[in-house]
């Protein structure tokens, strides 16, 4: 499979210009409420077989998590098994959005 990934320099360049995207944050609960993106939505690695419907089909779906690994990981199931074809992967995860982007997401 073919992982197609944004950096965080580049997600932040396209909502900043008002790209339309949508935002899936695929961390437990506890750690999206330590921190995550605006705007985007929670959807945890352990849910995402019962709740695909929830995943656009049509517009880019940026997957989201705390390094990139769990991200890709439904980046990969979403791919084999719907044959979604509109997804992103975050390379390194919010970490590195906090690295690169905005040093006040919290780190951890």
Same mark, same amino acid.
């Given at each position: 499979?073919? @992982?197609?990934? @944004?950096?965080?320099? *580049?997600?932040?360049?396209?909502? !900043?210009?008002? =790209?339309?995207?949508?935002?899936?944050?695929?961390?437990?609960?506890? /750690?999206? =409420? $330590?921190? +995550?993106?605006?705007?985007?939505?929670?959807?945890?690695?352990?849910?995402?077989?019962?709740?695909?419907? /929830?995943?656009?089909?049509?517009? /880019?779906?940026?997957? @989201?998590? +705390?390094?990139?690994?769990?991200?890709?990981?439904?980046?990969? $199931?979403? *791919?084999?098994? +719907?044959?979604?074809?509109?997804?992103?992967?975050?390379?390194?995860? @919010? =970490? !590195?959005?906090?690295? /690169?982007? =905005?040093?006040?997401?919290?780190?951890?």
């Amino acid at each position: 499979m073919n @992982i197609a990934a @944004i950096s965080p320099v *580049q997600l932040a360049s396209r909502l !900043a210009a008002g =790209d339309s995207l949508y935002l899936f944050d695929v961390r437990d609960p506890i /750690e999206f =409420d $330590y921190c +995550h993106l605006p705007g985007s939505v929670l959807l945890p690695l352990d849910e995402l077989p019962q709740r695909t419907d /929830e995943v656009p089909d049509v517009g /880019e779906v940026v997957l @989201i998590c +705390h390094h990139g690994v769990r991200s890709a990981q439904a980046l990969n $199931y979403l *791919q084999a098994r +719907h044959g979604r074809t509109n997804l992103l992967n975050l390379r390194g995860g @919010i =970490d !590195a959005w906090s690295c /690169e982007v =905005d040093p006040s997401v919290p780190r951890y």
